[in-house]
């Protein structure tokens, strides 16, 4: 059975950090590419960044500059670490596996607000 289990989100301030996790079980993880996607209220779900197996890397605009995604295959766990985060970044953030089979986390809720 697949899990996806993401961690991490909150409520922050303007200007904050905060580094969402993703644990992933029951798939041979190393192979997987793993992005973070994102879902405002009212909007579609969206790329935010993703990592291939060999460790390269794609940034929404968005969040280049803001946000860094990376994995630990020992882990079996993807990270997304977001700093100056910005009102515009609230949203539900769901962890994605993709080997051409997909699968979904949960997600996990990441509000910033003063």
């Known amino acids: 059975q697949v899990q996806l289990v993401e961690s991490g989100g909150g409520l922050v301030q303007p200007g904050g950090s905060l580094r969402l996790s993703c644990a992933a079980s029951g798939i041979i993880f190393s192979i997987y590419t793993m992005g973070w996607y994102r879902q405002a209220p009212g909007k579609q779900r969206e790329l935010v960044a993703v990592?291939?197996?060999?460790?390269?890397?794609n940034y929404a605009d968005s969040v280049k500059g803001r946000f860094t995604i990376s994995r630990d295959n020992a882990k079996n766990t993807v990270y997304l670490q977001m700093n100056s985060l910005k009102p515009e970044d609230t949203a539900v953030y769901y962890c994605?596996?993709?080997?051409?089979?997909?699968?979904w986390g949960q997600g996990t809720q990441v509000t910033v607000s003063s």
């Open positions: 994605r596996a993709n080997s051409g089979r997909l699968y």
């Open positions: 990592i291939r197996s060999g460790g390269s890397t």
